[in-house]
């Protein structure tokens, strides 16, 4: 039997609240069953240990006497359905594909053996539901109301992510990323593996083995999408490397080992910093980056998606104050202008999520039919967004780019 638990974000909703019985079948199928009454329309988080892999989740929603609206998020805050809403005494079932990971690093031609290098305590304490072989699911909303989980491992492909602190998984709100949003915009078959980390950069994705870890389970016709820049500009400072020399040489590594394995990289640029000048446009601060990705892309004939391009009128769209909304606030009044909040970061997984269907990456047959094309002179109104934030808030700035607060 699968080990499962059932904690509570909120005390007021112990786990021995809740009516809960697994299936006698969990080798192939795991099959959990609630009392949603129990819940009392709570916010909750459920676990259940799974070996490394992706799985298809199928859940069942509803509440016999009152309506009910959850949203779910998997491991670390990653969106994966968006306010399942039913009235009551109706059953909604949704499904979708995730995937469950460790550090190890298996052994594969071009590939040793041995561990990622996750960075302490970050990644190994505050971040460690991320690599601990188990399925997390986190179950919020106007009331959210679970009533069926059940888990199935699925040999389907994987969109795997490398990047740094605009692409990973953060913990915590009011941090968020477009990486953590991007699982909400496919249907179920493709799982979303998120190998970004906070403070990283092309260089360091090598030398902490997360390429390794990425290339030691891609399949074939796998997905790789890489963002870096933010990071990787303190190395010119630094004289380290620079944009159109290192930066693109470790690009090129990048894309060779992931199409030995035979996968398919997709290179994206980084998006732009939140500073305006007296006309209201935004300020470049990246320019070089996303010059030398492009030229990068064009060079190696890879697919591309231009976000610094698309963050600019989006930034602009917005104005120079209202921009502030698409900005993580870990403080009144203190506004973080290089990373961004759930409302920032779900427009700029529609604009990546757009920059793949155009470039017709064999993921993009994936993308959900209600994911639309992003307009960045149009962006969602703020006011309409609708995604729930998550209990836990932090006032910590994530590793990495300091240049722009």
Same mark, same amino acid.
């Given at each position: 039997m699968k080990r499962v638990g059932f904690a509570a974000k909120m005390a007021s909703a112990a786990a021995s609240a809740l009516a809960l019985s697994a299936c006698a079948h969990?080798?192939?199928?795991?099959?959990?069953?609630?009392?949603?009454?129990?819940?009392g329309g709570k916010p909750l988080v459920f676990n259940a240990d799974l070996p490394e892999g992706n799985y298809n989740v199928s859940i069942s929603f509803g509440d016999r006497s009152q309506a009910a609206s959850t949203t779910v998020k998997a491991e670390l805050r990653r969106l994966m359905l968006e306010n399942v809403r039913t009235l009551p005494g109706e059953v909604a079932t949704r499904t979708f594909t995730v995937n469950v990971r460790t550090a190890q690093i298996k052994a594969v031609p071009g590939v040793a053996a041995g561990q990622v290098k996750l960075k302490a305590p970050r990644e190994t304490v505050d971040e460690a539901v991320s690599w601990d072989a188990r399925l997390t699911l986190e179950f919020i909303g106007a009331h959210p109301a679970v009533r069926e989980i059940r888990i199935v491992p699925a040999a389907t492909p994987t969109l795997f992510l490398l990047g740094d602190s605009t692409?990973?998984?953060?913990?915590?709100?009011?941090?968020?990323?477009?990486?953590q949003m991007l699982p909400r915009f496919f249907k179920p078959g493709i799982a979303v593996a998120n190998h970004a980390e906070s403070g990283e950069t092309y260089r360091d994705a090598i030398a902490r083995r997360r390429l390794d870890k990425v290339l030691s389970a891609l399949q074939p016709g796998d997905t790789v999408i890489m963002q870096f820049g933010h990071n990787d500009q303190k190395q010119l400072k630094d004289g380290k490397g620079? =944009?159109?020399?290192?930066?693109?040489?470790?690009?090129?590594?990048?894309? $060779?080992?992931? +199409?030995?394995? /035979?996968?398919?990289?997709?290179?994206?640029?980084?998006?732009?910093?939140?500073?305006?000048?007296?006309?209201?446009?935004?300020?470049?601060?990246?320019?070089?980056?996303?010059?030398?990705?492009r030229q990068a892309a064009q060079e190696l004939g890879a697919a591309f998606i231009d976000l610094n391009a698309i963050s600019k009128p989006f930034y602009e769209a917005l104005g120079p104050e209202q921009s502030r909304l698409a900005f993580a606030e870990p403080k009144p009044g203190q506004t973080d202008n290089t990373h961004h909040n759930n409302y920032g970061s779900y427009q700029l997984a529609k604009a990546i999520v757009t920059g793949l269907r155009a470039a017709k990456v064999p993921a993009a047959v994936f993308i959900a039919d209600d994911a639309?094309?992003?307009?960045?002179?149009?962006?969602? =109104?703020?006011?309409?967004?609708?995604?729930?934030?998550?209990?836990?808030? $932090?006032?910590? +700035?994530?590793? /990495?780019?300091?240049?722009?607060?």
């Amino acid at each position: 039997m699968k080990r499962v638990g059932f904690a509570a974000k909120m005390a007021s909703a112990a786990a021995s609240a809740l009516a809960l019985s697994a299936c006698a079948h969990c080798s192939d199928a795991m099959r959990y069953t609630f009392d949603p009454a129990a819940q009392g329309g709570k916010p909750l988080v459920f676990n259940a240990d799974l070996p490394e892999g992706n799985y298809n989740v199928s859940i069942s929603f509803g509440d016999r006497s009152q309506a009910a609206s959850t949203t779910v998020k998997a491991e670390l805050r990653r969106l994966m359905l968006e306010n399942v809403r039913t009235l009551p005494g109706e059953v909604a079932t949704r499904t979708f594909t995730v995937n469950v990971r460790t550090a190890q690093i298996k052994a594969v031609p071009g590939v040793a053996a041995g561990q990622v290098k996750l960075k302490a305590p970050r990644e190994t304490v505050d971040e460690a539901v991320s690599w601990d072989a188990r399925l997390t699911l986190e179950f919020i909303g106007a009331h959210p109301a679970v009533r069926e989980i059940r888990i199935v491992p699925a040999a389907t492909p994987t969109l795997f992510l490398l990047g740094d602190s605009t692409v990973c998984d953060q913990g915590r709100e009011p941090y968020a990323s477009w990486g953590q949003m991007l699982p909400r915009f496919f249907k179920p078959g493709i799982a979303v593996a998120n190998h970004a980390e906070s403070g990283e950069t092309y260089r360091d994705a090598i030398a902490r083995r997360r390429l390794d870890k990425v290339l030691s389970a891609l399949q074939p016709g796998d997905t790789v999408i890489m963002q870096f820049g933010h990071n990787d500009q303190k190395q010119l400072k630094d004289g380290k490397g620079g =944009p159109f020399t290192t930066y693109k040489d470790e690009i090129r590594t990048h894309v $060779t080992r992931i +199409r030995a394995r /035979g996968g398919v990289p997709v290179i994206v640029s980084p998006m732009e910093r939140r500073s305006f000048d007296e006309h209201g446009k935004v300020r470049p601060s990246l320019i070089d980056y996303a010059n030398a990705a492009r030229q990068a892309a064009q060079e190696l004939g890879a697919a591309f998606i231009d976000l610094n391009a698309i963050s600019k009128p989006f930034y602009e769209a917005l104005g120079p104050e209202q921009s502030r909304l698409a900005f993580a606030e870990p403080k009144p009044g203190q506004t973080d202008n290089t990373h961004h909040n759930n409302y920032g970061s779900y427009q700029l997984a529609k604009a990546i999520v757009t920059g793949l269907r155009a470039a017709k990456v064999p993921a993009a047959v994936f993308i959900a039919d209600d994911a639309g094309v992003f307009d960045p002179a149009h962006p969602d =109104p703020v006011a309409a967004f609708a995604v729930p934030a998550s209990p836990d808030f $932090t006032t910590q +700035r994530p590793l /990495g780019d300091e240049t722009n607060q």
